[in-house]
Nanobody, 121 residues
Framework: QVQLVESGGGLVQAGGSLRLSCAAS????????MGWFRQAPGKEREFVAV???????DYADSVKGRFTISQDNAKNTVYLQMISLKPEDTAVYYC???????????????WGQGTQVTVSS
């Protein structure tokens, strides 16, 4: 069955870095766009970044220049490298798969369970 398993979350001080990973299985990874979303306490889930099957990327303005999305097709894994983290980046981070590059969560077919990122001030 389809699985998306996120890892790499944790507690970090403001200004620090983390790299999230999302291991995919059960579908043809290289045929999908892979996205990262996040949900902070009391807020709606929001788009963070996406990479198309051709390697085209898109980022939310709030993370542009600080976060980098990449993928390794040989490992069926997508990554989110996060630097210069801020307390407002605190959220549960989810990876998801869509048939095309999109910022809209309704267009995503598969979702992981999420990984917590907490940035202390």
């Amino acid at each position: 069955q389809v699985q998306l398993v996120e890892s790499g979350g944790g507690l970090v001080q403001a200004g620090g870095s983390l790299r999230l990973s999302c291991a995919a299985s059960g579908f043809t990874f290289r045929s999908y766009a892979m996205g990262w979303f996040r949900q902070a306490p009391g807020k709606e889930r929001e788009f963070v970044a996406v990479i198309s099957r051709f390697g085209i990327t898109d980022y939310a303005d709030s993370v542009k220049g600080r976060f980098t999305i990449s993928q390794d097709n040989a490992k069926n894994t997508v990554y989110l490298q996060m630097i210069s983290l801020k307390p407002e980046d605190t959220a549960v981070y989810y990876c998801a798969a869509a048939s095309r590059l999109s910022r809209y969560e309704d267009e995503y077919d598969y979702w992981g369970q999420g990984t917590q990122v907490t940035v202390s001030s």
